[in-house]
């Protein structure tokens, strides 16, 4: 149990466009999902936490224009990069806790996302 | 702030071998967990291991272990009998537990394993 969905695994987007990532939650319901970015053969950076029903709370220095994050239900999160440019190419990891407490925290697949 | 470190950025072993990556944080909370992540070249992120804080019983799963050193804000992780699929990264991750709260994971760096046949 507790299985985090996440898609598209790979995406090659034109600069210019947006594209949609989505993150589910198959067996639980998350009230708060996180979304990550990672650069190659480095950590896990957190962009925004996204909560069920409300606005997403977004690290400093993310733009929150370019990341758009909707949390609709209690099972689905999205990430819109919106008017993707070269230097927004990145993996992309959303991650959500199927528990109270915190711990059990259960990761989606990521996102391989090209810009060019 | 609250700070994970992970001061070892790759390390390797012998298949079967013992290997110990290490791992300090720095926090003013006394109630926290802690946890190990690999991250293998798929980078789905797995969790390996997690020590809830106010347990002095150091967390054992399988090969994986942990030594956990409180006040000298300490948590490595040693993997005995490695094996080639241990080969990935590892994160060190801490968080607080501030009553159930839905914080996040603060993650290290994260350390490269390599496994020598």
């Known amino acids: 149990g507790a299985v985090v969905s996440q898609h598209p695994s790979r995406v090659i987007c034109k600069s210019g466009t947006s594209v949609k990532i989505e993150c589910r939650s198959l067996?639980?319901?998350?009230?708060?999902m996180f979304w990550y970015r990672q650069f190659p053969k480095q950590s896990l950076m957190l962009m925004a936490t996204s909560n069920e029903g409300s606005k997403a709370t977004y690290e400093q220095g993310v733009e929150k224009d370019k990341f758009l994050i909707n949390h609709a239900s209690l099972t689905l999160s999205t990430l819109t990069v919106t008017s993707a440019h070269p230097e927004d190419s990145s993996f992309y990891i959303c991650s959500a806790r199927p528990w109270r407490g915190p711990y059990g925290y259960t990761f989606g697949s990521g996102t391989r996302l090209t810009v060019v | 702030a609250q700070t994970v470190t992970q001061s070892q950025p790759e390390m390797s072993v012998q298949e079967a071998e013992t290997v110990t990556l290490s791992c300090t944080y720095d926090?003013?909370?006394?109630?926290?967990?802690l946890f190990w992540y690999k991250q293998p070249p798929s980078r789905q992120m797995i969790l390996v291991i997690r020590q809830e804080a106010y347990k002095q019983q150091n967390a054992t799963e399988n090969r994986f272990s942990v030594n956990f050193q409180k006040a000298a804000k300490s948590f490595s992780l040693k993997i005995s009998d490695s094996q080639l699929g241990d080969a990935a990264m590892y994160f060190c991750a801490y968080i607080p537990n501030y009553g159930g709260s839905q914080g996040n994971l603060i993650f290290g760096k994260g350390t490269k394993l390599s496994v020598k046949p």
């Open positions: 067996d639980f319901q998350a009230t708060t």
């Open positions: 926090t003013s909370e006394s109630d926290y967990y």
